[in-house]
């Protein structure tokens, strides 16, 4: 798998705690280099406090993210808070392959209750390996960056 080389934050809630797990497997045995910040399972843990710590850090590091709660979509919301991400959730490889190519998303968020783990794993590998293909994505993008500051 050929993967950009930049560093992978990790980041679950309880409800995504046991697909990370999985997900860690397939990074480490393609060797892609990660951090997770929630190496433990806390039950009563708040999506959007994982998220906005784990979004900041991508920002800060210009590094990707993968984010997983029960839908993707908690994650999704409150990661695309923080000025600088671009998250995305993703139900199949389509999905995943389009939000790199037009969307150059640095935030894959996934939903363990809505994505069984082979599919997710497909999902995370066509992500990773899907670059941004930039032209006219790459001047609507500058105007997101512009609405929030960034540029």
Not at 7 to 23: C, N, P, R, S
Not at 106 to 130: F, H, Q, S, Y
Not at 136 to 150: N, P, S, V, Y
């Amino acid at each position: 798998m050929e993967v950009q080389k930049t560093k992978i934050i990790l980041a679950a809630d309880h409800a995504g705690f046991e697909l990370k797990e999985k997900l860690k497997k397939v990074l480490e045995a393609n060797e892609i280099s990660y951090e997770d910040l929630y190496p433990k399972l806390v039950k009563d843990d708040d999506y959007p406090d994982i998220a906005f710590r784990a979004a900041q850090k991508v920002s800060k590091l210009k590094a990707r993210g993968v984010f997983i709660c029960g839908t993707g979509l908690g994650m999704c919301i409150a990661a695309n808070k923080v000025k600088g991400i671009r998250a995305t959730p993703a139900y199949d490889e389509a999905g995943a392959r389009i939000a790199r190519q037009h969307n150059d998303t640095n935030v894959l968020c996934l939903g363990a209750r809505m994505t069984d783990e082979k599919t997710a794993i497909a999902i995370l590998k066509t992500w990773l390996t899907t670059g941004f293909l930039e032209g006219r994505h790459a001047r609507r993008l500058d105007k997101i960056k512009m609405f929030e500051g960034t540029l």
